[in-house]
């Protein structure tokens, strides 16, 4: 079952690529972030009330709370490089590089997480580093 949430987050990414790019023009693009964001937070919370999960903020650990922050800080932070790269780029090019983020993670999963390194994740990264510099160069 995860593969279809996954599958579905990359459609959904690549639509808020596209939405976005429209989004941003002649705007400030901390300023389209931010409008984003406010989206973002009123449709979570809904979610979050519709399936009655609320109920669980009072489970939340000092280390859930301080992670899910710090995780918030860095999607801030990669929401508005994104955007201000969308502005000023090509999406068909700001997308891909983008997602290196793929390969940054599968490394800081191996170094940080201990997960298990394997012959395929190698070669997918590889492959998605290779991709990246052919767009970049």
Known sequence: MWIVYA???????ALTSILGK???ENI???L???????????MAWAIVFVTGKHHDLATLSHKNVLFLILSGIATGLSWLCYYRALQIGEASKV?????FSVVIGMVLAFIVLKETMTIKTIIGGVFITVGTLVLIF
């Open 7 to 13: 599958l579905l987050s990359a459609f959904f990414a």
């Open 22 to 24: 429209i989004g941003v």
């Open 28 to 30: 400030n693009s901390n």
């Open 32 to 42: 389209a972030t931010a409008i984003r964001t406010v989206v973002v937070i009123v």
């Open 95 to 99: 997308m891909p590089v983008d997602k």
